[in-house]
């Protein structure tokens, strides 16, 4: 006889096996485990191994995220490789609250608090129906399968699920200015409607995804968070490579129950226009004065060294520079500019042709 202190002995057994671990004797020489009550040390090992295999699937199926005041459906799926079924348990935290039994009549229990959300006659050993969930459900739950006799295999898989109280309100999205020049930096504020858990607000310019420059989170008196964010942003070269348009979108999603955005277009600013009043010039020119019904539009140059005006050597009438009607004075011949600064241009010199009518001249300024 051999003694092997504290050996792993096996049952052997037609449906499963178990081990126990004990201090045996072993008889090298026995055929029959029930008869020497023990188990020939060269079939150990394969037994060991056939009892690895013998074990049990399990997967839960929870939504991550419901509405509140939803209905929700949860599902245990399970394999037991052909061992008999005992229960099926479904707990939120600690607290068991449905359970499958089917040796049992009825099979199916449920227990305080959640038992009155469960839908009795929906549930099954597979599913568990949830009615008008509030948002204290919100948390983890679990699915416990365990197998009948003589294995009492259990396995447990658990998941979160997150109750949402929806907003309830229309987004709102405010700019600074309405229009922008290259290498401005432009400001704004989006804000999401309050909701629980608070909304997750991004930013895109011309599709590209900008980080907003602040958050701020408050709180409502229904659990609910409204949240703000800014943004300010400099205009660079590489933001304003897609286009003169910018498209200014502020999107909020929770989860994939909610997603709404708002979108603002900021145009290039355009040429500002700039009226004068002409009046006559008798230091080289007794008769030189603003023609009729003359206008011009006057480009707004970041320099303020000169601004350009038109003028006519035949008229005696000074009239205000404004209004369309500069390109159709056909008699317009001659055109001056003076400066800003009321300095006399100097010497006039034809340019170049600065219009398509060729009579539109330009003259450069002495400084």
């Not at 359970?99 to 839908?119: A, H, N, T, Y």
């Not at 006799?149 to 600074?176: A, D, W």
């Amino acid at each position: 006889m051999v003694v092997y202190r504290k050996r792993e002995f096996v049952y052997v057994d037609p449906h499963a096996c178990y081990i126990r671990a004990h201090t045996y004797t072993i008889d090298p020489t026995a055929m029959h485990a029930y008869m020497a009550k023990s188990m020939p040390c060269r079939y150990v090992s394969q037994r060991l191994y056939t009892c690895a295999s013998a074990d049990i699937d399990v997967s839960l199926r929870i939504p991550a995220a419901v509405a509140e005041n939803s209905t929700v459906k949860m599902t245990c799926d399970y394999n037991l490789n052909n061992m008999p079924l005992y229960s099926v348990k479904w707990y939120k935290g600690n607290k068991e609250f449905y359970r499958f039994i089917p040796k049992e009549l009825p099979p199916k229990s449920v227990f305080p608090p959640l038992g009155p959300k469960v839908d009795y006659n929906q549930s099954d050993d597979h599913h568990v129906i949830l009615r008008n969930v509030e948002t204290n459900l919100a948390g983890r739950y679990r699915c416990e399968v365990s197998t009948d006799s003589p294995s009492f295999i259990t396995r447990v898989e658990t998941g979160y699920m997150h109750v949402v109280k929806m907003p309830q309100r229309n987004m709102t999205l405010r700019m600074e200015k309405k229009t922008y020049s290259p290498g401005d930096t432009i400001r704004g504020n989006c804000t999401a409607p309050p909701a629980n858990p608070a909304a997750n607000i991004t930013w895109t310019i011309n599709d590209r995804r900008v980080n907003s420059s602040s958050i701020r989170n408050i709180g409502k008196n229904d659990n609910r968070t409204l949240v703000q964010a800014g943004l300010e942003l400099e205009l660079r070269p590489e933001i304003l490579s897609r286009g003169r348009s910018l498209r200014i979108t502020c999107r909020a999603n929770i989860f994939h129950l909610y997603d709404d955005k708002i979108s603002v277009v900021l145009e290039e600013e355009h040429p500002k226009l700039a009226t004068v009043l002409g009046t006559r010039d008798t230091t080289h020119n007794p008769n030189c004065a603003p023609f009729p019904d003359a206008s011009m539009h006057l480009p707004n140059h970041r320099s303020s060294s000169f601004l350009h005006v038109l003028f006519r050597l035949d008229d005696e009438r000074p009239i205000e520079l404004a209004g369309p009607a500069a390109h159709d004075n056909t008699d317009a011949r001659r055109r001056y500019e003076i400066t800003s600064m009321g300095r006399h241009p100097g010497p006039l010199r034809p340019l170049r042709h600065l219009y398509p009518a060729p009579h539109m001249l330009i003259w450069p300024i002495k400084s």
